[in-house]
């Protein structure tokens, strides 16, 4: 008969390798010099600086908040003075919060749609901060919502839109709420607005949707980003190549980095190939950034040539991006897990209970033997 001890083990092994992989991280120096083209207009730094300002003086951008209207009215404002679209997404949350998205459509109308996308939200706890009493305050966010959303405004001014394409750039409510009670949906209660994003949008819509660039912390100093390993593989070896032919392989460095649940999995979860370009590590060792969701996440730590450096690069990769070279390939991560781990584990599951039923028939019927003997 089958050890039911060795059973339970194996369970829970075979458990702990699946978390492994489905839930791997729920926490979850630039060139000014570089001739990008011929055009005008190219990112600029002080410019996006001075949205990070911007943003720091709204800031803490808590849901629900009228903070959050302020700092809504002032980017609509913004986008429509440059020529874009505005649409708002409004929606009643399960624990009654009022949340919005911020959806702006370039000028240039074309059938093909690029995202550009980022958090505007800041976390309402600030629950790794050193100090214990400041742990029910609000996050600043300056970097983590801040710099993505500044990079994202400076973006919309000077992008050059290939033909054939529109861009949207949509700024997200509610991706930073996750694991504070009351606070649920999404993806294990992170990335509500993107998941209310992505679930409103209509078959012709989707299908007009080519990729998706998720931008969050990306304003600190000394900043490295390494691959997110969610994120689409060919839309990730695209943005790094460009880089590299803009002299920033020190920033967009070649190593494969932790998986993060953030803005682009309901994106990728829909079939659409989408990247997170996020900070995962510091240089002192510090997931994403020594001071992610603590009081000190402000704009003395950022850094504006770090905007820059994002910013330079994907103006460089829409403006030359070839939609036939990007495709939807599965995560080798989730490629694994469903042609290695899910198999095995099925298999495996089949074998335990048909021999825990089995060998108890077998039982009963080698009794019945031998009473019958
Ligand atoms: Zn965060």
């Not at 050059?160 to 999404?186: H, M, N, R, T, Y």
Request: charged share 20%.
């Amino acid at each position: 008969m089958i050890d039911v001890r060795k059973f339970v083990i194996c369970f829970f092994i075979i458990l702990a390798i699946h978390t492994t992989f489905i839930f791997p991280n729920t926490l979850i120096c630039y060139r000014s010099s570089i001739l990008v083209s011929n055009r005008e207009l190219s990112f600029n730094k002080d410019v996006a600086w001075s949205h990070l300002e911007n943003y720091s003086y709204y800031s803490p951008i808590v849901p629900n908040s009228t903070n959050n209207e302020l700092f809504l009215r002032y980017a609509r404002k913004y986008f429509e003075n440059i020529g874009w679209r505005v649409e708002f997404q409004n929606w009643t949350h399960s624990n009654n919060a009022k949340l919005h998205n911020l959806i702006a459509k370039s000028p240039e109308k074309g059938e093909n749609v690029i995202i550009l996308g980022a958090h505007y939200d800041n976390r309402i706890y600030a629950d790794k901060d050193p100090d214990p009493q400041k742990r029910t305050l609000p996050v600043p966010g300056i970097n983590d919502g801040g710099s993505g959303t500044a990079i994202l405004l400076e973006l919309a001014r000077v992008l050059e839109i290939p033909p054939s394409f529109e861009v949207w750039v949509v700024l997200f409510d509610a991706e930073d709420q996750g694991g504070i009670p009351g606070w649920s949906g999404g993806i294990n209660g992170w990335c509500i607005g993107s998941t209310y994003f992505v679930n409103n949008l209509n078959s012709t819509v989707l299908s007009r949707i080519k990729l998706a660039i998720i931008l969050d912390i990306v304003g600190g100093k000394n900043l490295t980003i390494q691959k997110e390993s969610y994120s689409t593989p060919s839309l990730i070896d695209q943005i790094w190549n460009v880089a590299k032919s803009l002299g920033m392989d020190n920033i967009f460095v070649d190593e494969t980095g932790i998986s993060v649940i953030d803005d682009h999995l309901p994106f990728i979860r829909k079939g659409i190939p989408a990247v997170d370009i996020i900070q995962q590590k510091d240089q002192y060792g510090f997931t994403f950034f020594r001071w992610h969701h603590t009081t000190n996440d402000t704009l003395q730590n950022c850094d504006k040539n770090s905007l820059y450096s994002v910013g330079i690069v994907i103006e460089n990769f829409i403006e030359k991006v070839n939609v036939s070279d990007i495709k939807f390939e599965e995560n080798p991560t989730w490629s694994f897990y469903f042609i290695v781990i899910f198999p095995f584990t099925l298999i495996f599951t089949v074998y335990c209970i048909t021999r825990l039923f089995f060998d108890k028939d077998m039982e009963i019927a080698n009794r019945r033997i031998s009473k019958s003997n």
